[in-house]
């Protein structure tokens, strides 16, 4: 049976998913079999695994940086925001239900024994299991029937480092804080802290140091400076996703209000031949842009419905005009066609809706997701293409007689002259058909992906380990608590 330490930060954003990915590579690179876990995710940026379920993108990335497959166990709780108030609810890779958030609150404490469950799977293979908290343990209105981080902690036993982010100001505040405000029992649970993000000379520092010690009693891991590669890495949250790049090929990207599955677009900022735009709300599309990407979406109608208020159909129609080329990934793809027919209610209201009618096809909403790794060929230029498909709904029409890719032998997308469609995630991270893809513009690719992400996660394990008491952690994680 394997040990265990938890990351838990001082708010969202504080850099918990880098942290624990570089310490996944690092632990690995020592020689310890290292697996991730996250209790409880939310985010809509997810991962289709080898078991056929999905998790959250982030904990696919820390079973990258350990060598690892990722599977259901390393997330057993997924929460995706559909609407302001209401999430859809994955357990164990698989959609358990759509509940608003005082819904969620109710039904949380009786998803402990998943959790548990998943947890205890990954400890019995594993040297060390590093555990990712949520949010922020000193959000102390939330602690009844927790499951991302004090709750958690106690229930597994688990001792838990406290992360607090410099960047964003008042970290002695953040840590020596979220001190006073724990009771006691949860207070017990943390045996030390970092601090994130810092730039400049960390010797400067050393008196806010000392300071955070003595008010808190607990141990000082390090401080990380900032790590600029950080953005080569796939982001957690929407509000990390930035435009990147400064080549002749622009890309613009809409950034809908429920935006998924977002990483599908980092591949292209890494190519020195493209400029990639991520278009705000109230944005307008650039004339100059080559191609539009409409991106996935956790609710097409609603977003949709976003895309109008925007004016951006506006935009795409004079876009066309100018020559430029529109792509719909997923719920794009469902966007683009004529019409979307939701008989169940399944994405909000039941009801059909026009789509933007630049593809002659239909989608249909089901309840049944389809979740599912795919590998096959572009149409076009004959290059391998390697991905997932996470979606509700099925989409035919006269323009899917005209498909992007065949995959496993089957027909996949629809094309007609300067738009298309298609329902797979991940396509650019494939060096082939991302090479011929920017060909077609008239532009070329410089780069391995995989090689790069490789690269990143042992640049950010040096990091850590230059920075962090990572043998100090070790030790934490075998005395436990």
Known sequence: MGDSLMIQGTGSNVGKSMLVAGLCRALTLRGLRVLPFKPQNMSNNAAVTEDGGEIGRAQALQALACGVLPRVDMNPVLLKPETEVGSQVIVHGKRLATVAAREYSALKPSLMPAVLESFERLKAEADIVLVEGAGSPAEIN?????????????????PVILAGDIDRGGVIAQLVGSHAVLPDSDRALIKGF?????????SLFDDGLREIETRTDWQNFGVVPWFSDANKLPAEDALDISSAGDGPLKVAVLMLSRIANFDDFDPLKLEPSVTLTMIKPGEAIPGDTALVIIPGTKSTIGDLNFLHAQGWDIDLRAHLRRGGRVLGICGGYQMLGQTIDDPEGIDGAAGKVDGLGMLDVNTVMS????????SGLAIDSGATVTGYEIHIGSTSGEDCARPMF???????????GLVSGCYIHGLFSSDKYRAAFLNSFGATSDVTYSSEIETTLDGLANHIEKHLDVKGMITLARNGL
């Open 367 to 374: 309840p049944k997701k389809h979740l599912v790794r795919v």
């Open 142 to 158: 939330l602690r009844a029937g927790d499951i991302a981080n004090m709750g958690f902690a106690a229930a597994a036993r688990v």
């Open 406 to 416: 065949e995959i496993d032998g089957q027909p996949e997308g629809a094309q007609n």
């Open 194 to 202: 970092l601090v994130n993000k810092f730039r400049g000379d960390p």
